[in-house]
């Protein structure tokens, strides 16, 4: 009798083992990874320099608080910055006389900052920065001036002369 158990138990796993029935499930796993590139500009988005003093005449209008642009740049790749100008010279509002683009510089700092003190030009595309390395709200400054070059604000009749500036920031493979 315990054989005969014995061997209807035995008996009863093989079948329950054949009976068993394998089931798979695909679960797809991606990865998209998006490129970061993020310009702001924080402070100092309209830069305006009144000429109403002779020692400002003579000497220019050196940087300060507010004539200081202050961006921050945030890339999950190496990144350049460029500066361009929308004209090919400054405009006057009131006259449509145009004015030297010289006579406004500018000096940046910063991580991977092009840190000389350089004339407006109507250059395609000035580099401002180059960065060997991602950033996560990376500060950088710019500080203008005026009339403290070649180009001096006696040269130029009363007016408000204006151009727009474009800051551009690109990938750097």
């Known amino acids: 009798m315990k054989r005969l158990i014995l061997a209807m138990l035995l008996l009863g796993l ?3 083992s054949q009976a068993q029935v394998q089931d798979n ?3 797809p796993v991606s990865v998209t990874i998006n490129s970061v590139l993020r310009l702001q500009v924080n402070s100092g988005g309209n830069i305006q320099f009144v000429f109403n003093t002779m020692e ?3 000497s220019g209008i050196i940087s300060s608080g507010n004539t200081t642009t202050k961006f921050s740049v945030s890339s999950s790749r190496k990144y350049d910055v460029e500066l361009t100008t929308e004209d090919g010279e400054l405009k006057g509002i009131s006259t449509g006389a145009g004015a030297n683009l010289g006579l406004i510089q500018y000096q940046a700092s910063g991580k991977g900052a092009n840190t000389n003190l350089t004339a407006l030009s109507q250059n395609s595309a000035t580099p401002l920065v180059s960065s060997t390395t991602p950033a996560n709200n990376e500060p950088y400054e710019i500080k203008w001036e005026a009339g403290t070059g070649g180009v001096r ?3 130029l009749g009363p007016d408000t002369y204006i ?3 474009f800051l551009t920031l ?4």
């Open 163 to 165: 151009t727009n500036v």
């Open 14 to 16: 093989g079948f329950a």
């Open 170 to 173: 690109k990938a750097n493979n």
């Open 153 to 155: 604000a006696t040269d």
């Open 25 to 27: 499930a695909v679960i």
């Open 56 to 58: 400002q005449f003579e």
